[in-house]
């Protein structure tokens, strides 16, 4: 009798203290038996057989300071997700941009922010050079480049892919503003990726001004400013002459292309005469987003 009142209230004792443990002391893996801490650290695992169960290991230990369980491939250059977390917090490791809770992975920002910005971002498709889209665009590239007696060549044009979001907001404003009228204009900017000799995507460098204008549809441009600065004052500026836009398109030195954005921008009634010659030469200037879209970039050389 004596030995099962022990047995009862080692029992009771036992999963009382079980009970009393917080979640989030328990091993990451097995969440059953709690964390291991070594010499005042708390590892994210009870063990080794957890810590080797919590995925793909590499060479390199945990990029948290203090801990020495290896840093796995779904956590990047930590063990765990708590011990990314626990890097930025601590400042030994960047916080991303976006959400400052995770360790930046794809330039400034996380994988997860990264992958969101993805999904509703704008995307680029190649036209086809043998394509009417394609032969039309360098048509009119080239007729309404009048500032220099050498007419470029037009080498590949993407299309900007706009998500239904996005799109609709420049509907939105046009149906508000049926007194404007539409017309094409170029915005030449720093290139700096290697824009044409790849697949056809937007960079993550926030030092390149066309990828930049594009991805935030002409919110931000390169390192986070917000607007351009000009004659006319803080805003967008664009040019109906791809000629006079081409001043400000530098690309890298490891790109055989100049790069331009070419955009539809809805515009009063005034700036579309292109009577005078001296009024033709000035940019096209507008402090709305929503009256400005990117819709092709295009590669050219001269």
């Avoid at 036209?127 to 080498?155: Q, Y």
């Avoid at 907001?169 to 990726?193: M, V």
């Avoid at 919110?219 to 040019?239: D, E, L, M, Q």
Wanted: charged letters at 25%; one cysteine or more.
């Amino acid at each position: 009798m004596s030995s099962l009142v022990k047995s009862v209230v080692h029992s009771w004792h036992s999963h009382h203290k079980q009970q009393s443990i917080d979640p989030s002391d328990l091993c990451e893996i097995c969440q059953k038996k709690p964390k291991y801490v070594e010499k005042g650290f708390k590892h994210p695992y009870c063990g080794k057989t957890c810590a080797r169960a919590g995925g793909n290991s590499s060479s390199n230990p945990c990029g948290l300071s203090g801990c020495r369980f290896p840093a796995r491939t779904a956590f990047v250059n930590f063990c765990s997700d708590s011990h990314a977390r626990e890097a930025v917090r601590l400042g030994q490791a960047p916080g991303c941009e976006s959400c400052k809770m995770y360790p930046r992975i794809v330039g400034t920002v996380c994988a997860s922010c990264d992958r969101r910005a993805r999904a509703v971002a704008p995307r680029l498709r190649e036209l086809n050079k043998d394509g009417s889209t394609f032969k039309s665009i360098r048509a009119a590239f080239r007729s309404e480049w009048a500032v220099f007696s050498t007419i470029p060549n037009v080498e590949k044009v993407y299309e900007v892919v706009l998500p239904y979001e996005i799109r609709d907001s420049y509907e939105l404003y046009r149906d508000a503003n049926p007194h404007k009228t539409l017309i094409r204009t170029f915005h030449g900017a720093q290139c700096i990726c290697d824009m044409g000799t790849k697949e056809a995507a937007l960079c993550s460098f926030r030092s390149c001004g066309i990828c930049c204008a594009v991805k935030s549809c002409f919110k931000s441009f390169a390192f986070g400013a917000k607007y351009n600065v000009g004659r006319f004052g803080p805003g967008i500026y664009s040019y109906r002459d791809p000629g006079l836009a081409d001043r400000f398109a530098t690309s890298c030195t490891t790109s055989p292309y100049r790069v331009m954005i070419a955009c539809d921008t809805a515009v009063d009634q005034s700036q579309c005469s292109r009577s005078d010659e001296a009024n033709d030469k000035e940019p096209i200037f507008t402090t709305v987003i929503d009256a400005i879209m990117p819709v092709y970039i295009i590669m050219y050389t001269r």
